[in-house]
Each structure stands twice: as structure tokens, then as C-alpha cells.
T-cell receptor, first 115, second 113 residues
């Protein structure tokens, strides 16, 4: 596709349920990021992949959060035993260039609401 | 890591007036500063960026200035139009050798027709 695609667009989960959020980056983009955006805030870094390797997961808020990108393209962010504080928009972004000053291309995000 | 502060949090201007949003950063090694625009319910999109080897960059009605000594950079929008209404985020790179950036908290710009 022409841009980064995320699904589902909206997800409502009951507290304690597991959820899986999908990101389909721009074809050929090596770098992939997950960000969490709370209401009225800027995106906060969660994790970073270079191809299939997860090189930085320092932003994951707890061990309930897990991300993978097994074949170096599609990525999945999984949240186990969801809590109300997990409610946010989860943004995926990919980067085309290899230089560190290449811009992020964001998807439309998944809005997660935990009830 | 990088710490980015952004001001103001909200800004209302009359159509045709200018808008200025300011950000400061903490890591003196940072040398790339993008600005993203996020319309309600939509994805953040890059509108302009600046590298540290220049002090100012313009693209039509938008410009960004950078003061590396003071560690601050600003977004300037001239002749504002209603379609400029959105949330604007500044960002600065995290010194990790790849494209990770830290975002500011955002400025909600409202252009009043």
C-alpha cells in the first residue's frame, strides 16, 4: 500500500482481556516504531525494530506489553491482561531512509479503550 | 535521553495572523528537529524539519528556526488559514544512533475565521 496501515482502527476490551494490534509498514521500510499516545499528549516511544530485530524496548510500560516483527515486515503489539491505564491510541511508524534524520511515516493508529 | 518542552499548549489566532510555537531540548548532541501536524483523529504528518547545520528553513507559509546555543527551535506559520487548525508536535532525536525521537506535548492551534 501507499502508507502505513494499522488494524483494527478501534478496539474496545474489557479489563483483563488480551489484545493484538497490527501494523503493516510501507513496503521496504527497515525501521519500525510503536508509540503510545494518551489523550491530549504527544506520542510516547514504546519499542523499535530494525528488520526483525527488536533493538529497543525500553518504552514498554510493563511486561504485559509484547511486540514482534518475525519476518521483518508486519508487526504486532500485544497487550496482555489489559488495564484501564492502557487506554490510548497506539501509533505505528516506519522509516524509509537509513540515516537517523529520516522522518517517521505514521499509520492512523489503533484507539484502544479498556472498560 | 532527550527531554523536549513545548509552548504554548493552546494557541488561538485570527485568520491571516501569524502563529509561533516554541520548543526546547536538552541533548546538545541533537541535530535533527522535525515538526509534525496532527489533525483530529488522524495520523501525525511531517510538515517541516531542520538540521543543525542551518539556522532557518522555509517552506511556503511555514518556517522553522533553530538556536543550537540556547537549545531551542520554533515553528512559524504566517498568513494562517482555517485548515492550519490542528495539533502541532515538535520532536528531537534520542541519542541512540537511530531514528527514535522524543515528542513535545503538543500545541493545539485554532485559527478563527
Amino acid at each position: 500500500g501507499a502508507g502505513v496501515s494499522q488494524s483494527p482502527r478501534y478496539k474496545v476490551a474489557k479489563r483483563g482481556q488480551d489484545v493484538a494490534l497490527r501494523c503493516d509498514p510501507i513496503s521496504g521500510h527497515v525501521s519500525l516504531f510503536w508509540y503510545q499516545q494518551a489523550l491530549g499528549q504527544g506520542p510516547e516511544f514504546l519499542t523499535y525494530f530494525q528488520n526483525e530485530a527488536q533493538l529497543d524496548k525500553s518504552g514498554l510500560p510493563s511486561d504485559r506489553f509484547f511486540a514482534e516483527r518475525p519476518e521483518g515486515s508486519v508487526s504486532t503489539l500485544k497487550i496482555q491482561r489489559t488495564q484501564q491505564e492502557d487506554s490510548a491510541v497506539y501509533l505505528c511508524a516506519s522509516v524509509g531512509g537509513s540515516s537517523y534524520n529520516s522522518p517517521l511515516h505514521f499509520g492512523n493508529g489503533t484507539r484502544l479503550t479498556v472498560t | 535521553g532527550e527531554n523536549v518542552e513545548q509552548h504554548p499548549s493552546t494557541l488561538s489566532v485570527q485568520e491571516g495572523d501569524s502563529a509561533v510555537i516554541k520548543c526546547t531540548y536538552s541533548d546538545s548532541a541533537s541535530n535533527y528537529f522535525p515538526w509534525y501536524k496532527q489533525e483530529l483523529g488522524k495520523r501525525p504528518q511531517l510538515i517541516i524539519d531542520i538540521r543543525s547545520n542551518v539556522g532557518e528553513k522555509k517552506d511556503q507559509r511555514i518556517a522553522v528556526t533553530l538556536n543550537k546555543t540556547a537549545k531551542h527551535f520554533s515553528l512559524h506559520i504566517t498568513e494562517t488559514q482555517p485548515e492550519d487548525s490542528a495539533v502541532y508536535f515538535c520532536a528531537a532525536p534520542y541519542s541512540g544512533g537511530y531514528q527514535k525521537v522524543t515528542f513535545g506535548t503538543g500545541t493545539k492551534l485554532q485559527v478563527i475565521p
